[in-house]
DNA sequence: CTGTTAGCGCCTTCAC
DNA sequence: GTGAAGGCGCTAACAG
């Protein structure tokens, strides 16, 4: 049915084994045989067959990515790096856009593991216990993104998220602001949420400025946590002059939020973002944020990844220090149009 | 190294078909039987290995998917309704967010061949007759969604282009307009750029309004497009009430561009998408848009895919009347706040 | 009910 | 330089 390895020998008059040499560029042929074989190829067609190759050879050429479905904008940045590397080394990319179900993760993972991925990039959420033990398992290289591991020492790629919303917040407090408002990350999770959670409260706590419980909503790094976080502001009663998120999607509802009750940015109240997705400049008003270079960051990870299948090293047992190909990206405020300077009067 | 079948068989004490038997729910072997071999299965951590299942097997319950990188919550809605319904029957998905250059698009064709795809959904782009033919050549069942093929005669699933925009088109007439500009897609593309243009033209022509060609622009469905757009109909001072896009993110462009401009929108423009994605939503004002059920058609192309398969259809030659597996689903009108009546004065 | 035996398409020693 | 032969891990007939 299909043609072979075998149909092109046949068709060139040599034996398989040339015939592989020569697909495979390795030495030993003449320049003649090359010749035939290469016009039999393409004579007859010919295509390798992956799934043969891989079964013998032991690498696929394929790398498997788990990102949970939280942003369109945010998965296509960085689906962009990791894509855009991937190919220029000759890799393929299977991506499990992880549902909202928790348990399709480990079910992916599973499914890389039978189709023998060469390694895995793991995106964006809290590893869990299971995961953690079947990546173990796999035998296979695996690059964090946006997103640590507590139990085991898995290279991470990712930006200060503490720094970076450290940095945010005392923006937001130089140009004045103190009733400042945030919206944190899912159950405060201990990956993202977490530091972003501790570099609002440090920000705050560096400038002396007490924070208002009332003025904290926990969400889930959406569009919908942005709008009813300010919801939930508004109906605490107390006075905020500007709200910071952990995201720019959440920074958009905050702004959608607004426009509805009719408050405008960033007059009555300033918005901070976080990413710096493409959603931030197609956002009105064009959303000051914290910018994560995640296309630049897909790209380190498969190139982390690579090196690490070099070295197989696919072993992560816990230690002190984080894994030596562990890389802390750059993160960067970018300025937009949502925040405004306030001038106190004394 | 790996565990594999032998491994478990030699631990259980039979032989490889057996448990190659009860790994795959064939009938044939006892209760007892059966139970060893699972307890050797655990104990090992054996897991079967797709290729060489593929490899003999001839089908690897992988579907592969080309998309090019328009939009990320395109892609993403569609996405979620390809996974979900491919989730279900127990394939994966390989997506090729096929990046800018157009020679990706053929090249993870091949790869896709290379791994013996089970079948291709083909999204959203015009097939080159390069693509064609390799499509062809492969013997594997395709889906086309929100695009058609000149030459062959691929299912497809879409919704009525020229349909959904002479509807949205009328919307806006009978709500008084006339001076309607237009945003078209890239190079007015004979797949979905054409239709739109064309219904909105009819329905302009319905109502016997002359287009004015200066209120006409065409690009790429990008934001981009959308500002460029606004600012060109801006330049040619020809005046304007109302501007249909062909994308939710043109749209978007478009209510960016005005808001820069200090136009209100809708009381100075009105603005009409296209899509019904996310985004939508989440602008301000929330788009008023022809939705297509994304979320649908990927479902519903997997579903066709397969049935392709059952049927052993990989031939799509060209007929007069388009496959009978082929759907065209049902565009809707999204009302939401862009868009104002407009009273005018006799 | 269960084991034996061919391959699936390819790569890789090892001889020649 | 080139060919023959032995698997990679698994499924699918055939035999029992």
Redesign the pocket.
């Known amino acids: 049915?299909?043609v072979?390895?075998?149909d092109?020998?046949k068709e060139a008059?040599?034996?398989?084994?040339?015939?592989?040499?020569i697909?495979?560029k390795?030495?030993?042929?003449?320049k003649?045989?090359?010749q035939n074989v290469l016009a039999a190829i393409k004579q007859l067609g010919?295509?390798?067959?992956a799934?043969?190759?891989g079964?013998?050879?032991r690498e696929t050429k394929t790398i498997g990515v788990i990102m949970p479905k939280v942003s369109g904008l945010f998965s296509a940045k960085l689906l962009e790096g990791i894509d855009k590397e991937a190919r220029r080394r000759g890799f393929s990319v299977f991506v499990s856009h992880t549902q909202v179900n928790e348990g399709h993760a480990l079910k992916d993972l599973q499914v890389f593991r039978e189709k023998q991925v060469d390694g895995v990039i793991y995106i964006s959420d809290e590893l869990t216990p299971p995961q953690e033990d079947l990546l173990m398992d796999m035998k296979v290289p695996v690059i964090l993104v946006a997103t640590r591991s507590l139990r085991m020492n898995f290279p991470y790629v990712k930006v200060d998220d503490e720094q970076a919303m450290y940095d945010g917040t005392t923006y937001l407090i130089d140009q004045g602001h103190r009733e400042i408002a945030f919206i944190g990350g899912e159950n405060n999770d201990a990956i993202a949420g977490g530091p972003r959670d501790r570099g609002f409260r440090r920000a705050m706590a560096d400038a002396t400025i007490p924070v208002n419980e009332l003025l904290i909503y926990y969400g889930n790094y959406q569009f919908e946590s942005g709008v009813d976080g300010l919801h939930a502001f508004l109906a605490s009663g107390d006075p905020f002059t500007a709200v910071a998120t952990v995201s720019d999607e959440t920074a958009i509802g905050v702004l959608s939020a607004c426009w509805t009750a009719g408050l405008s940015v960033p007059e009555d109240v300033s918005v901070l973002g976080y990413d710096n997705t493409k959603a931030a400049v197609m956002a009105i008003p064009p959303l000051t944020t914290i910018s994560q270079p995640l296309d630049a960051m897909g790209g380190r990870a498969v190139e982390q990844l690579l090196k690490l299948r070099e070295h197989e090293e696919y072993d992560f047992k816990q230690t002190e220090t984080p894994h030596s190909l562990s890389t802390t990206m750059l993160h960067q405020l970018k300025l937009r149009e949502t925040i405004k300077r306030i001038n106190r009067e004394v």
Chains 1, 2 share one sequence.
């Open positions: 049915m299909t072979t390895i075998k092109v020998a008059g040599v034996s398989i084994a040339t015939v592989s040499r697909i495979n390795q030495a030993g042929y003449g003649m045989t090359e010919y295509t390798p067959n799934l043969a190759r079964l013998v050879g």
